[in-house]
């Protein structure tokens, strides 16, 4: 199969014009780009759409440090999107990591999540933000949904560049616009380079994590909103700790920082206690606790408080793997969301001068 473009873009690396020219070379009958400037997944990916001159073909996503793992990936595909119901793709690939018990273990083997289809209920309400991220490598797109992405998929609420995450700023919207009609391919397509120390799992995670943040809040509203009080479409094994704990530890730091509001203590609270408190939380909710009897109080606390502002310190944190990323992130969308659950009835039960509202989750760097 030949019919296919590559568009090869090197966020300005260090290559020097020897190695610039012998890509060139390479892909002479391709599109390659060198950056002047760093500008990140994000506004890459939005460039790269305006050399797709074919709204009816299919994009493929493939990071630099990955490759393909088989010689047939473009009939494969090309094969799956014979079917005109079929919007985008992902799934499966095998992790490369020397280190790793897993190593050239395809994903979905042994990771419970990621290239794993959405639960039936997810589909139909198109609540993709509200659950875990499955979509992992290898990813494809139908390029006329792409093409048709507004620019504010790949901002943020300030107009600025989203920087990471962009897989999950494409890939909730083509979510949403495609429900259930989407296909997840068994076959390992592509090798995940796991062993990279540049990886964004590795560096850049407080970046990431507000990013990420910035995203699922995009449609959080009558529609899609994170409810505090529905039981968890999804679930992910993290140290064992289940997503009804870090809720738990969400209302919990709601209404820390709502005593150090009124006490007074809202400097220090942002300097030191938050980030000691919260890691105490996510430490405890590491363990196999009483969180079923224990997360009610945390939300009574929180019906009787007066909303406030939650702003989340995030300039000297340090997030230091994939796991404790996951929980930092559960735990803040579950106090985001314990606000929004309890907002109208606060509001009803006091009046709307009393609820002061704070409708989305705040980070002050």
């Known amino acids: 199969m030949n019919n296919y473009t590559i568009i090869f873009i090197d966020d300005y690396s260090s290559y020097n014009q020897r190695q610039k020219q012998y890509i060139r070379d390479k892909l002479q009958h391709h599109v ?53 119901n079929c919007q985008l793709t992902y799934g499966d690939c095998y992790l490369f990591n020397p280190n790793s018990t897993n190593h050239r273990k395809s994903f979905s083997t042994f990771d419970k999540i990621r290239n794993h289809r959405y639960p039936k209920n997810v589909e139909q309400d198109k609540s993709f933000r509200q659950s875990f991220f499955r979509p992992f490598h290898l990813k494809s797109w139908r390029a006329g949904v792409f093409l048709d992405l507004p620019k504010h998929s790949f901002t943020d609420s300030q107009g600025k560049w989203l920087r990471f995450c962009e897989d999950q700023a494409i890939l909730y919207p083509l979510l949403e616009h495609a429900g259930s009609n989407y296909t997840v391919l068994s076959i390992p397509l592509s090798y995940y380079n796991a062993d990279n120390p540049l990886n964004d799992q590795k560096v850049n995670l407080v970046s990431r994590l507000s990013d990420e943040i910035e995203i699922r809040g995009r449609h959080i509203g009558a529609r899609h909103s994170y409810s505090a009080q529905t039981t968890p479409t999804d679930h992910l094994t993290i140290k064992y700790s289940p997503l009804l704990a870090y809720k738990f530890a969400g209302s919990l730091l709601y209404v820390g920082q709502f005593l150090a509001v009124k006490l007074g203590f809202k400097k220090l609270w942002m300097a030191r206690g938050q980030q000691r408190v919260l890691k105490l939380l996510l430490r405890w909710t590491d363990t196999k606790s009483k969180v079923r009897v224990t997360y009610p109080i945390g939300m009574a606390l929180m019906f009787f408080s007066q909303p406030v502002k939650l702003d989340i310190g995030l300039r000297n944190w340090q997030i230091r793997d994939e796991s404790e990323y996951q929980a930092v992130l559960w735990t803040l969308l579950s106090s985001s969301s314990a606000t929004k659950q309890t907002y109208r009835s606060i509001s009803r039960a006091f009046g709307s001068v009393v609820a002061t509202s704070v409708k989305k989750l705040h980070l002050q760097f």
């Open 32 to 84: 390659v780009v060198f950056n002047k400037k760093r500008r990140f997944a994000v506004q890459n990916a939005y460039h790269a759409r305006s050399y797709i001159t074919n709204p009816n073909s299919v994009v493929i996503s493939l990071d630099g440090d990955d490759w393909l793992a088989r010689t047939d990936v473009l009939a494969i595909l090309d094969s799956t999107y014979s079917n005109p």
